[in-house]
């Protein structure tokens, strides 16, 4: 027999069926071996010498390997065929090399887990591929060298900054930049004229203004409203005549199969998802024996593939369908090193509703089996139609496009994502004759803006990454994940957004370590490690001349001072901290003290700001976020007024605006703060105010039957009053300054009523009598705000309807519009008493557990087995409680309860 080993248990489970008795299959769980995460792993000064650690919880998986191979001769190391698979099968033998004296050991490798590909894969054993090793290890030189070379110089340079990466730095750079361009984005405005045309017939359409006073219009002529109204004019004040007509048949072809780029974008644009998590799901994909290889820049098929999806096409779409000649794709990729085939379904005939799989993997493979059939289908057909309608005098000229599918083709089963504004095809046109009048309709001036340039996506930042030759495919996913993680760049809507570190780490390599952010230079660095992977380069060379220039500049830094980084920096960004203002004065004058001038500053909690250089007279600080048109950032660090000799200061901070006593010192580390409670705004707060936030918890008095005290306050879910441990909700924020003794005891009276802490019963605010099917009908109060209640059906009262006026005639049309739109039958609610025999066998428990505490001595191990045998024996048992989940669900009254 022989061991089989693979990267993962799922792998392993699928080939294992494959492969059968005579083989014994094992996961190695990823890398066995990496470098430590410490100085001198990789040492410069003896020829690069790396030095390896086995992971702990990888020594369990080489143990059990080192088991199987004592009764077995022979070694197959079957991990994923590309650079990173044969890195871990290098690793594996590395580990055992102590094992495999006399075992024979070879390496296979196959494109798509299916038993035909694993089958031939076994007839062409080889040896490791020394040359992918080594440009895996100069790959993870170069980043551990970055890494640990360029990461301390950030933290010592740049407080706030955490950490550097080689080609995580230069993706950053791409995201700040854009976002620069955007910042600096002056709109520009425009019109245009458009015009509603009526043909003989009674069939109208819509023409576009291109051309007035006989010269064709360029974008920006029309640059004012008074320009729009003036072509209006001269439209209006013309007939119009069809000029001409234009039909010309087009086609479009579709789209190569997917690769792992494109794979990742269109996944993010259909589904919004993210590469990481793309990723993740075609890797679940791959295992189980469905999709081809997922890391690959590949787009060419195997010729068996192709002629499967001929035939698949023919059968489900007839021979219309088919071209031909099969299609050939070449990839224009800049870089394309992997030898592998494209991402494509194993079994052309499975389509997705065949699959039981997750959701996520469902949606994944929808793509993949649809875009690779249609990437060998014919090419759609169309009739693309210009219609040009102008004056007699030639003055005035209008055009309307539209175009006609002819035949769907590939778009019958598949049509690419687009990004941002990539146009749309033309709406069709109706029957226009050359030389017919067009009669005139509604004449529309339309303003528009110059638009900046898009933020990126994940898959629009992947495709210019592809485009500059940055990154490869295995890498796209975990350099997202890095700068995201670390905090330099934040997804909102799917859109990358550079966080304000994001920008101070890109400004620091940039003036300092400019070279290795330059994507040219990035992308010659992935070049020659291709070449090392093609036996053109040796790894040792490339790893020299780039520590040579490389450490010489972390040299260079040594004696710069933070002060220095910062006053660069300072510079550098000036643009995006101190953008134009709107009455033309200077972007760094102090907004407050209008004297002193604004300057990038840093924290004690090693964070950057912008403050007044005129401190300590004045203390305006904001964040480095530009601060936007509104006035915002003016009333930030806003002096009120005074109290007992300290400012009472308004302040914008990350979690929006508050009030602050004082400030920060050795002996106050924490001064007085209250937040600004919603529905208050910025120009309402004034030092009362501020002084009457901060004065809270405010003491109403002591509790007329025990004496303790109650207090009115403000905290995570709004306004409430105390009373020991007792929190009740108020309705109004202004509530807090103003609620007296009797108010507070009746808010807690009632509180009380509804009974203690979540989920507790709440009385009826009314009860109207039995409903004509049974059962009480009651009006509750809830959180949000009063609803009838019939067994188990919920409504909520109309807002202009008073509890305390609602009759059963208002009621019963209530129910039953809910119950309707709920889609079940209304019902008195039943005493939940089939629950009951459930919990009976809690009892058979206790032994399991004796029994699972007696097998360990450890502690911790004794209470993980309980639980476990807890929840397994829960497990066995929950049918019994199936009918729990039918439960309607209803607003819990107890759920406006203040924690505090």
Same mark, same amino acid.
């Given at each position: 027999?022989?061991?089989?080993?693979?990267?993962?248990?799922?792998?392993?489970?699928?080939?294992?069926?494959?492969?059968?008795?005579?083989?014994?299959?094992?996961?190695?769980?990823?890398?066995?071996?990496?470098?430590?995460?410490?100085?001198?792993?990789?040492?410069?000064?003896?020829?690069?010498?790396?030095?390896?650690?086995?992971?702990?919880?990888?020594?369990?998986?080489?143990?059990?390997?080192?088991?199987?191979?004592?009764?077995?001769?022979?070694?197959?190391?079957?991990?994923?065929?590309?650079?990173?698979?044969?890195?871990?099968?290098?690793?594996?033998?590395?580990?055992?090399? &102590?094992?495999?004296?006399?075992?024979?050991?070879?390496?296979?490798?196959?494109?798509?887990?299916?038993?035909?590909?694993?089958?031939?894969?076994?007839?062409?054993?080889?040896?490791?591929?020394?040359?992918?090793?080594?440009? %895996?290890?100069?790959?993870?030189?170069?980043?551990?060298?970055? #890494?640990?070379?360029?990461?301390?110089?950030?933290?010592?340079?740049?407080?706030?900054?955490?950490?550097?990466?080689?080609?995580?730095?230069?993706?950053?750079?791409?995201?700040?930049?854009?976002?620069?361009?955007?910042?600096?984005?002056?709109?520009?405005? %425009?019109?245009? *004229?458009?015009?509603?045309?009526?043909?003989?017939?009674?069939? &109208?359409?819509?023409?576009?203004?291109?051309?007035?006073?006989?010269?064709?219009?360029?974008?920006?002529?029309?640059?004012?409203?008074?320009?729009?109204?003036?072509?209006?004019?001269?439209?209006?004040?013309?007939?119009?005549?069809?000029?001409?007509?234009?039909?010309?048949?087009?086609?479009?072809?579709?789209?190569?199969?997917?690769?792992?780029?494109?794979?990742?974008?269109?996944?993010?644009?259909?589904?919004?998802?993210?590469?990481?998590?793309?990723?993740?799901?075609?890797?679940?994909?791959?295992?189980?024996?469905?999709?081809?290889?997922?890391?690959?820049?590949?787009?060419?098929?195997?010729?068996?593939?192709?002629?499967?999806?001929?035939?698949?096409?023919?059968?489900?779409?007839?021979?219309?369908?088919?071209?031909? &000649?099969?299609?050939? %794709?070449?990839?224009?990729?800049?870089?394309?090193?992997?030898?592998?085939?494209?991402?494509?379904?194993?079994?052309?005939?499975?389509?997705?509703?065949?699959?039981?799989?997750?959701?996520?993997?469902?949606?994944? %493979?929808?793509?993949?089996?649809?875009?690779?059939?249609?990437?060998?289908?014919?090419?759609?057909?169309?009739?693309?139609?210009? *219609?040009?309608?102008?004056?007699?005098?030639?003055?005035?000229?209008?055009?309307?496009?539209?175009?006609?599918?002819?035949?769907?083709?590939?778009?019958?089963?598949?049509?690419?994502?687009?990004?941002?504004?990539? =146009?749309?095809?033309?709406?069709?046109?109706?029957?226009?004759?050359?030389?017919?009048?067009?009669?005139?309709?509604?004449?529309?001036?339309?303003?528009?803006?110059?638009?900046?340039?898009?933020?990126?996506?994940?898959?629009?930042?992947?495709?210019?990454?592809?485009?500059?030759?940055?990154?490869?495919?295995?890498?796209?996913?975990?350099?997202?994940?890095?700068?995201?993680?670390?905090?330099?760049?934040?997804?909102?809507?799917?859109?990358?957004?550079?966080?304000?570190?994001?920008?101070?780490?890109?400004?620091?390599?940039?003036?300092?370590?400019?070279?290795?952010?330059?994507?040219?230079?990035?992308?010659?660095?992935?070049?020659?490690?291709?070449?090392?992977?093609?036996?053109?380069?040796?790894?040792?060379?490339?790893?020299?001349?780039?520590?040579?220039?490389?450490?010489?500049?972390?040299?260079?830094?040594?004696?710069?001072?933070?002060?220095?980084?910062?006053?660069?920096?300072?510079? *550098?960004?000036?643009?995006?901290?101190?953008?134009?203002?709107?009455?033309?004065?200077?972007?760094?004058?102090?907004?407050?003290?209008?004297?002193?001038?604004?300057?990038?500053?840093?924290?004690?909690?090693? =964070?950057?700001?912008?403050?007044?250089?005129?401190?300590?007279?004045?203390?305006?600080?904001?964040?480095?976020?530009?601060?936007?048109?509104?006035?915002?950032?003016?009333?930030?660090?806003?002096?009120?007024?005074?109290?007992?000799?300290?400012?009472?200061?308004?302040?914008?901070?990350?979690?929006?605006?508050?009030?602050?006593?004082?400030?920060?010192?050795?002996?106050?580390?924490?001064?007085?703060?209250?937040?600004?409670?919603?529905?208050?705004?910025?120009?309402?707060?004034?030092?009362?105010?501020?002084?009457?936030?901060?004065?809270?918890?405010?003491?109403? #008095?002591?509790?007329?039957?025990?004496?303790?005290?109650?207090?009115?306050?403000?905290?995570?879910?709004?306004?409430?009053?105390?009373?020991?441990?007792?929190?009740?909700?108020?309705?109004?924020?202004?509530?807090?300054?103003?609620?007296?003794?009797?108010?507070?005891?009746?808010?807690?009276?009632?509180?009380?009523?509804? =009974?203690?802490?979540?989920?507790?019963?709440?009385?009826?605010?009314?009860?109207?009598?039995?409903?004509?099917? =049974?059962?009480?009908?009651?009006?509750?109060?809830?959180?949000?705000?009063?609803?009838?209640?019939?067994?188990?059906?919920?409504?909520?009262?109309?807002?202009?309807?008073?509890?305390?006026?609602?009759?059963?005639?208002?009621?019963?049309?209530?129910?039953?519009?809910?119950?309707?739109?709920?889609?079940?039958?209304?019902?008195?609610?039943?005493?939940?008493?089939?629950?009951?025999?459930?919990?009976?066998?809690?009892?058979?428990?206790?032994?399991?557990?004796?029994?699972?505490?007696?097998?360990?001595?450890?502690?911790?191990?004794?209470?993980?087995?309980?639980?476990?045998?807890?929840?397994?024996?829960?497990?066995?048992?929950?049918?019994?409680?199936?009918?729990?989940?039918?439960?309607?669900?209803?607003?819990?009254?107890?759920?406006?309860?203040?924690?505090?």
């Amino acid at each position: 027999m022989a061991v089989v080993v693979v990267e993962s248990p799922a792998k392993a489970k699928t080939i294992n069926k494959y492969l059968g008795n005579d083989y014994t299959v094992l996961a190695s769980f990823g890398h066995v071996r990496d470098l430590p995460p410490k100085d001198g792993s990789v040492d410069p000064e003896h020829d690069f010498e790396m030095k390896w650690e086995v992971a702990s919880d990888s020594k369990k998986h080489i143990r059990a390997i080192a088991e199987a191979l004592a009764s077995d001769d022979e070694l197959i190391l079957a991990t994923d065929p590309d650079r990173e698979g044969e890195a871990i099968s290098w690793h594996l033998q590395e580990a055992l090399a &102590s094992k495999l004296k006399k075992k024979k050991v070879s390496r296979v490798t196959f494109n798509a887990i299916t038993k035909s590909a694993i089958t031939e894969a076994m007839k062409a054993p080889r040896e490791v591929d020394q040359a992918l090793v080594e440009a %895996y290890l100069a790959r993870r030189a170069l980043d551990y060298l970055v #890494g640990f070379n360029l990461s301390p110089v950030l933290w010592r340079k740049l407080p706030g900054a955490k950490s550097a990466g080689r080609v995580q730095s230069v993706c950053l750079r791409l995201i700040v930049e854009r976002e620069m361009e955007i910042e600096a984005f002056r709109a520009r405005e %425009y019109w245009t *004229v458009s015009a509603v045309l009526e043909t003989p017939r009674g069939q &109208s359409f819509t023409a576009r203004l291109t051309v007035l006073g006989g010269k064709k219009l360029d974008k920006f002529d029309l640059g004012t409203a008074t320009d729009a109204e003036l072509a209006v004019q001269a439209v209006t004040s013309r007939d119009l005549t069809v000029k001409s007509v234009e039909a010309k048949p087009a086609s479009r072809n579709p789209y190569p199969p997917f690769m792992t780029s494109t794979l990742q974008q269109e996944a993010s644009r259909k589904f919004g998802m993210g590469a990481k998590a793309c990723m993740s799901a075609a890797q679940r994909l791959y295992e189980a024996g469905h999709i081809t290889y997922m890391r690959t820049d590949g787009i060419d098929m195997a010729p068996e593939a192709v002629m499967a999806a001929r035939d698949e096409i023919k059968r489900r779409f007839g021979d219309n369908y088919v071209p031909s &000649s099969p299609r050939m %794709y070449k990839n224009k990729a800049k870089n394309a090193q992997e030898a592998h085939e494209c991402i494509r379904p194993t079994d052309m005939s499975t389509s997705p509703d065949k699959l039981k799989l997750a959701d996520d993997q469902w949606k994944l %493979y929808d793509l993949i089996w649809k875009r690779t059939l249609a990437s060998q289908m014919a090419a759609a057909m169309m009739e693309r139609t210009t *219609v040009d309608v102008g004056s007699a005098d030639g003055q005035v000229e209008l055009r309307a496009t539209g175009q006609v599918l002819t035949f769907d083709g590939f778009l019958k089963i598949y049509d690419q994502g687009r990004d941002d504004d990539e =146009g749309e095809d033309g709406a069709r046109l109706p029957q226009i004759m050359q030389g017919e009048p067009a009669k005139k309709g509604e004449i529309t001036p339309e303003q528009h803006f110059t638009q900046p340039p898009p933020r990126y996506t994940e898959a629009t930042l992947v495709k210019r990454m592809e485009e500059l030759g940055i990154g490869r495919p295995s890498t796209y996913a975990s350099i997202l994940t890095t700068i995201v993680d670390r905090g330099y760049v934040r997804k909102d809507k799917n859109r990358l957004i550079p966080e304000d570190t994001g920008r101070l780490v890109t400004a620091f390599l940039t003036n300092y370590f400019r070279r290795y952010v330059e994507y040219d230079f990035t992308a010659d660095m992935e070049t020659e490690l291709d070449d090392i992977s093609a036996g053109d380069r040796h790894y040792k060379e490339v790893l020299a001349r780039f520590w040579r220039d490389f450490s010489a500049a972390i040299g260079e830094t040594a004696d710069l001072r933070i002060g220095e980084v910062l006053t660069k920096i300072d510079e *550098v960004l000036a643009p995006h901290l101190y953008p134009p203002r709107a009455d033309g004065g200077d972007p760094r004058a102090c907004p407050l003290c209008n004297e002193g001038r604004l300057h990038l500053k840093t924290a004690r909690s090693g =964070g950057a700001f912008i403050g007044c250089g005129n401190y300590p007279e004045c203390r305006y600080t904001r964040p480095l976020s530009a601060p936007g048109d509104d006035e915002t950032a003016a009333l930030d660090g806003k002096v009120l007024g005074q109290d007992e000799g300290q400012d009472i200061t308004l302040r914008i901070g990350r979690f929006g605006p508050y009030v602050q006593k004082g400030e920060a010192s050795e002996e106050v580390p924490k001064p007085p703060r209250a937040s600004l409670p919603k529905g208050w705004s910025l120009e309402s707060i004034d030092l009362e105010r501020a002084m009457m936030l901060l004065s809270l918890p405010r003491q109403i #008095g002591a509790h007329p039957e025990d004496g303790e005290p109650v207090e009115a306050a403000i905290g995570r879910f709004g306004p409430y009053v105390k009373h020991n441990k007792t929190y009740a909700n108020l309705p109004d924020v202004e509530e807090v300054f103003t609620i007296g003794m009797n108010r507070a005891v009746e808010v807690l009276a009632q509180k009380l009523a509804r =009974g203690p802490g979540r989920g507790a019963a709440a009385q009826p605010l009314k009860d109207l009598g039995e409903h004509p099917d =049974g059962g009480p009908v009651q009006v509750m109060p809830g959180r949000y705000g009063p609803y009838v209640k019939w067994g188990k059906v919920n409504a909520t009262l109309p807002k202009d309807v008073e509890p305390a006026d609602v009759t059963m005639e208002i009621a019963l049309p209530l129910l039953e519009a809910k119950a309707s739109k709920g889609g079940k039958k209304a019902t008195a609610k039943k005493p939940a008493a089939k629950k009951a025999p459930a919990k009976k066998p809690a009892a058979k428990k206790a032994p399991a557990k004796k029994a699972a505490a007696e097998k360990t001595t450890a502690a911790k191990k004794t209470t993980a087995k309980k639980t476990t045998a807890s929840k397994t024996t829960a497990a066995k048992k929950a049918p019994a409680k199936k009918a729990a989940p039918k439960k309607a669900a209803e607003p819990t009254p107890g759920d406006d309860v203040i924690e505090g």
